[in-house]
């Protein structure tokens, strides 16, 4: 194999291997680069090592069932490269680097068995999350289902946690709204608490998408190799049209940038800058920028609006987020149904104490 050179101008370290010849007969090459020398020969190698176990598996028929494990999971990310959203590939990424244990990438798929997966996930609870687990566990499941393994998977995984979740009520937002005013979180803020929007759509939405009446949504910018781009919904719930007051329509306007954008900030830099903002002002550690949206499905909620129609609003293709996540009222409007839940009580013992009274 070549060995790797250091460019220079850049300060990586850059390796190119053969790849075979192209339709027009020239030779071509696959370049890797990395902070150091070691670290890009390892990518080339790794390449080599995937591209021999395909091979093979052409060879004997095409079956995906010959490759190891690692091999595997690298062509189910690769497959799904340009289907799915920058941050689930990501995601894929960081589970196969930091959560499947060498001595199971190195296992064929035809040989993975339910006793080894056990096995791996009793040692994962011991220094993971549930969330963390069944991720891992669903990036294994889907590969081996892909690379057309028959195995049935009825691994116990550990039982979820209950989550912590904030959810801003109106006086806090109110409060929360005086301090942000003048502040660049000021319009991410707004179209979180008035729109529910997702940070990835705020950082997405540009003048085209605000209407006097609504705002009508198309696209998000994610982060991808290089920066940001802007990418369609992840799947056609995504797509929706958001009621706005005049008011805000008003404010949006007056607030575009010069690239025809209303913030010109990425998602990561939008959740970055709201973790300053709440610090600085002393808001609850758990109080996150999502929570922001979380308020918007909750006051939905108790207009009583039906959870179709708030899953659509929210950019969910069914209910089920509604009823797993944003089925929290506001604490204090618990604390008012609880006040009224007390009294109802107490005046039916009261009335059932004077009718016992008088049969005695």
Known sequence: MAEAKKNKSTGKWRIQIYVGKGPNGKPMYKSFSADTKREAELKAKDYEYQQKQLD???????????????????????????????????????????????????????????QQIQAWVNDMATTHSPKTIRNAHGLLSATLKYAGSTLILNTRLPQKRKRDICVPDVDEVKGIL????????????????????????????????????????????????????????KSSAGYRDIPIPDELYTILKANIKPSGRV?????????????????????????????????????????????????????????????????????SAMAEFAMKLRANTASFLSDTAQIQHKDD
């Open 178 to 233: 005086k301090l942000v005013q003048g502040n660049k979180m000021y319009v991410p803020f707004l179209l979180a608490t008035m729109c529910g929007l997702r940070a990835s759509e705020i950082s997405g939405l540009e003048d085209k998408n605000i209407l006097p009446d609504r705002l009508h949504i198309t696209q998000a910018r994610v982060a991808c190799k290089g920066g940001t781009a802007l990418k369609a919904p």
């Open 56 to 114: 093979m598996a052409q060879k004997m028929g095409g079956s995906l069932l010959l490759l190891t494990v690692d091999v595997a999971i690298q062509q189910y990310i690769a497959d799904r490269t340009n289907v799915c959203s920058p941050s689930t590939i990501r995601g894929y990424e960081e589970v196969y680097k930091n959560n499947i244990p060498a001595a199971l990438k190195d296992t064929r798929v035809s040989d993975v068995t339910q």
């Open 263 to 331: 913030t010109n900030m990425a998602a990561t830099s939008i959740s970055k800058f709201w973790s300053e903002f709440r610090t600085a002002n002393h808001l609850p550690e758990n109080m996150n920028f999502h929570a922001l949206r979380h308020h918007y499905a909750s006051k939905c909620l108790l207009l009583n609006m039906p959870q179709k129609y708030i899953a659509e609003l929210m950019g969910h293709s069914s209910t089920n987020m509604i009823e797993q996540v944003y089925q929290h009222i506001f604490p």
